[in-house]
């Protein structure tokens, strides 16, 4: 059974692997630097539609995010 905590690990992986700033990211989705923050702290996760244009920036695929691979 995949789990919230494998999908933030791993969306916290691919942003710290991502060598974007959280500035660029924030300025990219249109979104404040520290819900970016929220993001690699595990304070929160991002809406639907933020995770898949989250994928698109970071050019990953979101089965990998969602733990579907």
């Known amino acids: 059974m995949i789990t919230l905590e494998q999908i933030r ?6 942003i710290n ?22 993001y690699l702290s595990g304070r929160a996760m991002p809406a639907l539609d933020t995770l ?6 970071l050019d990953i695929d979101a089965n990998y995010i969602l733990c579907l691979d």
């Not at 690990?9 to 691919?14: D, F, G």
């Not at 898949?52 to 920036?57: R, S, V």
């Open 9 to 14: 690990a791993r969306l916290i992986e691919s």
């Open 17 to 38: 692997n991502s060598g974007l700033k959280q500035t660029e990211i924030a300025r990219r989705l249109n979104i404040s630097q520290p819900t970016v923050g929220q």
């Open 52 to 57: 898949a244009n989250l994928c698109k920036i």
